[in-house]
């Protein structure tokens, strides 16, 4: 029986967490030393000294590139425990409320009118992704029926499939030969062109959005009740919840305007979390930022070295995510059925 | 009650009123109201309060005038669409009268903070659905939740309160077992816990046992029986008459969003009223010392 089901001892939990981040710190380590050069898979730590190269390899792309994995990880592992428990509903992500869908029409947008300069893109797709969310705010507001909860879930729908459709305008627009290919790769997401200037740009905005909803986790599991409950508890249900998303969003729509459209992450990891630590949120929380970053960094791992060419992280998030989903689905069922 | 009906149900609960601090009891005990004036004054009352849901909605509830002695239990029946919830809706501050007032502790109640409104006030909700498999312990801790900041974690000796409470309501066991593996009793023992551990002098209780058996009915009943006697004001509503007839020091008795009768128990469950309530024929007989409703073939 996982520790979800049976409530969870917090010493053996506690255990587990550190544990956790044990294993974080060791894979951000061994994915240091993995690249193809000078061969496939390890670079040899000696390499360090006495290869140039390696050395501005190791310390100038792959660094970078691990903080931004870990950013993006710890982001979209962490926003998507949140939502998952403002929202009450353990299938919500934050591709959620018109953010992801905001964040692609945004950098398509700039692809196809702005010049598609790396800057304008991501400026573009943050811009957007926010917007997507302050639009779904804005029409949940206007609905008259139906508590918070599912009038942002009607709102969030509404708005994430008009903005696709205009996504799909965009690219019916666009250059086949060159803007097309820039949004399909952008969508597809990847942490290939990332570089010290990137992590300098997004660790400003991600690390607090991160602190803040570290400090507010045993406040996540009062949000996680119905309003009238949360109510009678002395919480402003509505507020503090629309506080929470606004800081989850923000710091997605920082990670997802530098790496594109990474998929599942903040779907399946906030379940992995739970199983391990249990659902209070005082460790599922931090659970889903750790077992984010090792699932992202884990992934573009395997981006950047199973082939000689770069495999789009997206893409590889989203397979593995899913596999694990039906696991997770049929698994269920069985247990049902026995 | 009326107001003559809220001075006797006062007189008659009045030792518990003035030695609330003493009754409870460890550390879960009722804080005292600041200033013995407050001690005298009705735990809630509702003043000419009338309710509609929108601009043109048909009122819910009508010049509603009730006070609620300190100490004491009070059901609040009536059958369906009566407007039992929205009078706990408005007890507990989620709803905003449309007219009239609602008074705690003697003061208004727009006068409190939503964080001081929760440190008074408790609810107990019908069902307690819970989106995420916490513990009973954590779950009962959630009950910290006014007594704690936006940022505050709670702390050993919040986790204290909440193992105490847990022992008040024998579900010390079960601490570490997820919320939605208990039945339905056991769940509701454990909301009962949560305001306990939440520290409020009243306690605003949905239907407690509508979906419960008749052995976690009595469960939950004993329990709330407990809180009564400890000096805590319980409120709660129903439809069954026999749960008001069980535990109640005093009915209120609602009809289309009017009072009927507020009064002591004895005094409301009449087989003229009652019938006159639910439309059809009605008898109370006393078992026991007390009145036992039993509806007609």
Same mark, same amino acid.
């Given at each position: 029986m996982s520790a979800e089901r049976r409530g969870c001892d917090e010493r053996r939990a506690s255990r587990r967490l550190w544990a956790i981040a044990g294993l974080l710190f060791v894979c951000a380590l061994v994915s240091a030393a =993995? %690249?193809?050069?000078? +061969?496939? *898979?390890l670079t040899p730590p000696a390499a360090l000294f006495h290869d140039e190269l390696a050395r501005n390899l190791i310390l100038n792309l792959r660094v970078p590139r691990i903080l931004a994995a870990l950013l993006l990880g710890a982001t979209l592992g962490g926003s998507g425990a949140v939502l998952q428990m403002v929202f009450r509903n353990? =299938?919500?992500?934050? %591709? *959620? =409320? +018109?953010v992801s869908p905001g964040a692609a029409f945004g950098a398509s947008l700039a692809i196809v009118f702005l010049g598609g300069a790396p800057a304008a893109v991501q400026g573009s797709a943050a811009a957007f992704a926010l917007l997507g969310m302050a639009a779904s705010y804005l029409i949940a507001q206007r609905i008259r029926f139906g508590d918070w909860v599912l009038r942002l879930v009607l709102a969030g729908i509404i708005v994430s499939a008009t903005l696709s459709s205009a996504t799909g305008a965009l690219k019916y627009l666009a250059d086949p030969l060159k803007q097309l290919p820039d949004i399909t790769f952008w969508m597809l %997401?990847? =942490?290939?062109?990332?570089?010290w200037r990137d992590v300098l740009h997004i660790a400003p905005v991600v690390l607090p959005c991160l602190v803040v909803l570290h400090l507010m986790r045993w406040r996540l599991n009062v949000l996680s009740l119905r309003d009238e409950t949360a109510f009678s508890l002395g919480v402003a249900p509505g507020r503090e919840r629309l506080v929470i998303v606004v800081v989850a969003v923000a710091a997605t729509a920082a990670v997802v305007s530098k790496a594109g459209q990474i998929g599942w992450v903040g779907l399946i990891v906030p379940h992995i979390a739970r199983r391990l630590v249990g659902s209070d949120a005082r460790r599922a929380l931090p659970a889903s930022m750790l077992l984010g970053t090792i699932f992202v960094l884990a992934c573009d791992d395997v981006a950047r070295t199973l082939l000689n060419g770069e495999i789009p992280l997206g893409l590889l998030t989203s397979f593995v995510g899913a596999l694990f989903f039906l696991g997770v689905v049929l698994r269920r069922q069985a247990a049902v059925r026995s | 009650m009326s107001a003559k009906g809220a001075d006797n149900a006062a007189d008659n609960v009045a030792h518990n009123a003035a030695d609330n601090a003493q009754i !409870? !009891?460890?550390?879960?005990g009722i804080a005292p109201a600041v200033g013995a004036w407050v001690v005298r004054a009705p735990a809630l009352a509702l003043r000419d309060v009338s309710f509609t849901y929108g601009p043109g909605a048909p009122a819910v509830l009508s010049d509603v005038s009730i006070e609620v002695a300190t100490g004491s239990i009070t059901a609040v029946l009536g059958s369906n669409g009566s407007g039992k919830t929205t009078l706990l809706r408005l007890l507990l501050g989620l709803l905003k009268p449309t007219t009239g007032t609602v008074e705690v502790e003697g003061r208004p109640q727009h006068d409190y903070s939503r964080r001081d409104l929760s440190r008074r006030v408790g609810l107990v909700p019908q069902s307690e659905p819970v989106a995420f498999e916490l513990s009973v312990l954590e779950f009962a801790l959630l009950g910290r939740a006014p007594h704690l900041g936006l940022l505050d974690q709670p702390g050993p000796a919040d986790r204290a309160l909440a193992i105490e409470a847990l022992d008040r309501v024998g579900l010390t066991a079960l601490q570490h077992r997820a919320v939605p593996t208990l039945s339905g009793g056991e769940a509701q023992l454990a909301t009962i816990a949560r305001a306990l551990v939440q520290q409020s002098v009243i306690l605003l209780s949905d239907e407690p046992t509508s979906h419960l058996d008749p052995a976690n009915t009595r469960l939950v009943l004993d329990v709330l029986r407990m809180l009564g006697r400890e000096g805590r004001t319980v409120v709660f509503t129903t439809h069954d008459p026999n749960l008001a007839a069980a535990i109640a020091d005093q009915v209120v008795l609602l009809k289309q969003g009017r009072v009927l009768a507020a009064a002591s128990t004895a005094e409301v469950l009449t087989t003229e009223r009652l019938s006159a309530t639910y439309g059809m024929g009605i008898e109370v007989i006393q078992l026991r010392g007390r009145p036992l409703v039993v509806p007609h073939s």
């Open positions: =993995l %690249g193809r050069y000078p +061969g496939p *898979f353990p =299938l919500v992500d934050s %591709g *959620f =409320l +018109g %997401g990847g =942490l290939w062109a990332i570089t | !409870g !009891g460890g550390a879960l």
